[in-house]
């Protein structure tokens, strides 16, 4: 049997799933072996803190981590346990993009292009309202309204024409088009759902400075609810008691702790400081795995850890602004496919995280994701290549570049410097430029910048590719892609067609065409992706983050053991 890269056989990989699978929706807690316990708090070690506590304006790593404990969605994305085991009773091709979350079903009608849902009852927000079709209709249309700046506005809104309520516990989305990942925009992690009217127009919780809001964070229906938020140094959840599965969550509280750095952060794991830490360092991680697989648990009974190691589900990569008014040198397609061949995937990989880096040249793993295809391949290597389209470009002495990096952040500091050396083999002298939070996209928006270090993948081709690749036409995009200035009526002809593709194998194919024009283009260049884990003390039981799309949902049927 063929193995991969990592050592794990398909049947191997297919094993996982009898580990214990998700429940056909978050619904009812799991069944235990054990005796679930009451009380206490978790504390977690985190590498960073969303900037603001408003879960509809930024929908990344970290924001997720936070909405994971207080805010839910529509849907939420079939989690890795759940795709493992359908994949190995019924075939890849089963596999659901989503399950139900505050839907408790749905029925998708007009090829496509409307969305019927019928909502959970007895559900309430952390406020003591009760969920309803009132709270889905303005959470969209807040989501929808360019001046909130929530970054799930393309990809929920982009074909939303309308929305109706037929009754309390039923909202319907009518697109303009059919539009194949609308249960995926719709689900927590993208667009959480808030009661109505809880925000004034206008307003970004914890940002504006004329709103003075009432709590550190608007309402949710999660099993947690947000009591303390500082930015820098900790976030504090309480057990929401009205919580709608009964008996849960069994914890009393959650505390994140900011610890930057991987090191420091595992070794107060190690030290049982903390009871869970987010992103263990990657050179114990690696010495654990020797010997050992991805994707099944590691237990090491010496130590009292657990760790559950396996392919990041992003793909670090260079954004380069094409916009073709803006003061780039990445305008030019002959200079942007210059810099392509500079990069030496596998040794970037290698460089950047040993035997933990995987060389890529799209934004989704096959191994991992339906949005990835095993046989996409990088350009190779070629800098006489490089530096012969460089002098066609006009500059036969090279250029100065900027490349701007969030340095605490995908290792973005190391990164630049391997990009740095091997682009300057060719003639590109990159000026490394240093920011921080709201400081790195402040420039991007209106295209002020040369190129940037970025992700791509997450959870849908809509995700990112379309984000950052289809142009827009509000404000302050004005008929670009949004931050990469990308004017290409082909690129947006190939990312509606996969967009409009309900049908999961016509939607990959669709896709594919997507990836491999993007490659010859060189808008984006993908570089590396990287085997991480999470680690946990044996003094959180029933925890179990392959049932759960992010791990930190997982807490709402965690217990401790004193």
Known sequence: MKENKQGLTRREFLELGAAGAATAALGAPTAFAETPKRGGTLTCGMAWMIQVPDPQRYTGTWARQASALSYEGLTTPTPVGERLRITKEKGPDAVPDVLPMLAENWEIEKGGSRYIFHLKKGVKFHNGKEFDSADVKWSWERIKDPVHVCSARKMLTEFLKSIDMPDR??????????????????????????????????????????????????????????????????????????????????????IYKVIPKATPRSLSL?????????????????????????????????????LFPRINSV??????NSHDQADTPFKDERVRQALDYCIDRKQFAQALYGNLGIPMAQGFHPAISSWGYPDIKPREPNIEKARKLLKEAGYPNGLDVELKIFPAWGRMDKAAQIIQQMAGRAGFRFKINVKSGIQYWSGTRVYKYHSKIYLLGGDDPQHFYYLFLHTEAAKPSNGYAPSTGVKDPIMDKLLEEQAGEIDIKKRRAAFKKVVLYNNEKAYLLPY???????????????????????????FRETWLES
């Open 169 to 254: 516990y039923t909202i319907v989305a009518n697109l303009d088009r059919p539009y194949g990942g609308f249960l995926k925009a719709s689900a927590w992690c993208n667009s959480p759902l808030l009661p109505k009217d809880s925000i004034p127009y206008g307003v970004t919780w914890g940002q504006t400075p004329s709103f003075k809001p009432p709590t550190p964070a608007p309402p949710g229906t999660g099993p947690f609810k947000l009591v303390k938020f500082q930015q820098k140094l900790e976030a504090v959840y309480e057990r929401f008691d009205d919580y709608y599965v009964p008996g849960l969550p069994y914890l009393d509280k959650v």
């Open 270 to 306: 190690r030290a049982k400081n903390v009871d869970y830490a987010y992103g263990v360092e990657s050179n114990w991680l690696s010495k654990v795995l020797e010997g050992r697989k991805i994707n099944e648990l590691i237990t090491l009974e010496k130590e009292g850890i657990k």
């Open 315 to 320: 793909t670090f990569s260079i954004f380069l």
């Open 528 to 554: 590396a992706a990287a085997i991480g884990s999470d680690g946990w003390t044996m003094k959180l039981k029933n925890f179990r983050p392959w049932d759960y799309f992010m791990p930190q949902q997982a």
